[in-house]
């Protein structure tokens, strides 16, 4: 088992981008290794779930399902 660290740097400006690093995460957690995320610079609006409930990236799941899924994995989000 791997533990792996995703940055996540960008936000809802580029929200495909904002989106891949939760994205990796999931993937991780279901291969079964552990992850954690890093908000840092302009991801950390992602703090706010009012930020992230309206982000939909493309050819990507919105970020809202992906961030519910670390979530209820136990995946550690820094900010």
């Known amino acids: 088992m ?3 660290l995703y940055m996540c740097t960008h936000g809802s400006e580029d929200p495909t ?3 891949l690093p939760f994205l990796f995460a ?3 957690i279901e291969a079964g290794h552990q992850a954690e995320v890093v908000l840092a610079g ?3 609006v992602l ?3 009012a930020v992230t ?3 939909q990236g493309v050819g990507v799941p919105a970020l809202q399902e ?3 899924f670390c979530l209820d ?3 550690p989000i820094h900010t």
Request: aromatic share 0%; glycine share 8%.
């Open 2 to 4: 791997a533990k792996l």
């Open 17 to 19: 981008r904002a989106t």
């Open 26 to 28: 999931r993937g991780a």
């Open 42 to 44: 302009d991801a950390a």
């Open 47 to 49: 703090a706010r779930r």
């Open 53 to 55: 409930d309206n982000i």
């Open 66 to 68: 992906l961030v519910r």
């Open 73 to 75: 994995n136990g995946v």
